[in-house]
């Protein structure tokens, strides 16, 4: 088991890594739309919140050498499902097919005052 971790992307929350490299995968724990310079939440639409979230997963992926194209299964937690459609456009933005697995998630709260947060598992082969 190896640790992933960058300055590319938000340091962690909590006692979690950015990501694990073991067996032949790469599991990045769930992003969120924060500047990992500034710490600061980035838009203040669903829109803007999934685009840096998934900027945030791709720079984690760029640090083990990976990329969006390497995501096999990803899950989207999404404060309120009204905003579903938005975070699937930008979602289509930014994968290619053929689309990942996933799931999506209406959750009553996330760890910070986020409308989204994106976890990926990705293949490192």
């Known amino acids: 088991m190896e640790e992933i971790n ?23 724990s769930g992003q969120g739309p ?8 980035v ?4 829109r803007e919140q999934t685009a840096r979230t998934l900027e945030n997963v791709a720079a984690v992926l760029e640090a083990a050498d990976r990329s969006l194209d390497d ?9 309120d499902m009204d905003d579903y459609d938005a975070v ?12 990942p697995a996933r799931s999506a998630v209406e959750v009553a709260d996330l760890p910070i005052d986020i409308g ?3 976890e990926v598992v990705a293949s490192d082969q």
């Open 88 to 99: 699937n456009d930008v979602y289509a933005d930014y994968m290619t097919e053929p689309y």
């Open 43 to 46: 838009g203040d639409t669903v």
């Open 6 to 28: 960058t300055d590319e992307a938000p340091p962690s929350i909590g006692p979690f890594s950015q990501a694990i490299r073991d067996g032949g995968r790469i599991y990045v």
């Open 71 to 79: 995501v096999v299964k990803a899950t989207v937690f999404v404060r």
């Open 34 to 41: 924060v500047d990992p310079e500034s710490g600061e939440i």
């Open 116 to 118: 989204v947060e994106i």
